[in-house]
Antibody, heavy 119, light 107 residues
Framework: QVQLVESGGGVVQPGRSLRLSCEAS????????MHWVRQAPGKGLEWVAV????????YYADSVRGRFTISRDTSKNTLYLQMNSLRAEDTAVYYC????????????WGQGSLVTVSS | DIQMTQSPSSLSASVGDRVTITCRAS??????LNWYQQKPGKAPKLLIY???SLQSGVPSRFSGSGSGTDFTLTISSLQPEDFATYYC?????????FGQGTRLEIK
């Protein structure tokens, strides 16, 4: 069965960096677009970024463009989110998810990784 | 950006009730509308995709309809496990956007 396991979350000071990872199994990783979606405490869902199945196309939410970078390593079946210049408003649970195309619905989700940006 | 507006924001209902949640897009999105259920402390779960297609394993009491800008999620007979928060999401264009959520509570 599909498994998406996020790691790398934690507490970080404003302005610092953090990298999230999402290890995928149970499906052909190289065939699917992969996304990051976040949820601030007590708030709704916010899409963050997507990378196409082949890594050729990447799109970002305005709130993170220029600070966050999405990437994937097919040899490791792993999705990444490099987060730089972190702000308090980036505090959230970050979910990785997959979809059949690049701009799509999310048919499987990880359990989430909490990132807290605080001094 | 396409804004997604759900109504109501919260809803109280009883087991066995028929419930409808509405989602409106700020511009036409054809049928690129998806619905999710989220329970506290858990990841969202896909219920309906492309407006009316039932995701595998989702009970048939869930159904979706609509096209263009107006969409609905209907639960035909509420079960205890259906009390949760529901989100709509458009996949017509980037940035992908979600509705603000509808919290379904037990009356």
């Amino acid at each position: 069965q599909v498994q998406l396991v996020e790691s790398g979350g934690g507490v970080v000071q404003p302005g610092r960096s953090l990298r999230l990872s999402c290890e995928a199994s149970g499906f052909t990783f190289s065939s699917y677009g992969m996304h990051w979606v976040r949820q601030a405490p007590g708030k709704g869902l916010e899409w963050v970024a997507v990378i196409s199945y082949d890594g050729a196309n990447k799109y970002y939410a305005d709130s993170v463009r220029g600070r966050f970078t999405i990437s994937r390593d097919t040899s490791k079946n792993t999705l990444y989110l490099q987060m730089n210049s972190l702000r308090a408003e980036d505090t959230a649970v970050y979910y990785c998810s997959k979809g059949p195309t690049t701009v799509t619905y999310f048919d499987d989700w990880g359990q989430g990784s909490l990132v807290t940006v605080s001094s | 950006d396409i804004q997604m507006t759900q109504s109501p924001s919260s809803l109280s209902a009883s087991v066995g009730d028929r419930v409808t949640i509405t989602c409106r897009a700020s511009q036409t999105i054809s049928r690129y509308l998806n619905w999710y259920q989220q329970k506290p402390g858990k990841a969202p779960k896909l219920l309906i995709y492309t407006a009316s297609s039932l995701q595998s394993g989702v009970p048939s009491r869930f159904s979706g309809s609509g096209s263009g800008t107006d969409f609905t999620l209907t639960i035909s007979s509420l079960q205890p496990e259906d009390f949760a928060t529901y989100y709509c999401q458009q996949s017509y264009s980037t940035p992908i956007t979600f509705g603000q959520g509808t919290r379904l509570e037990i009356k």
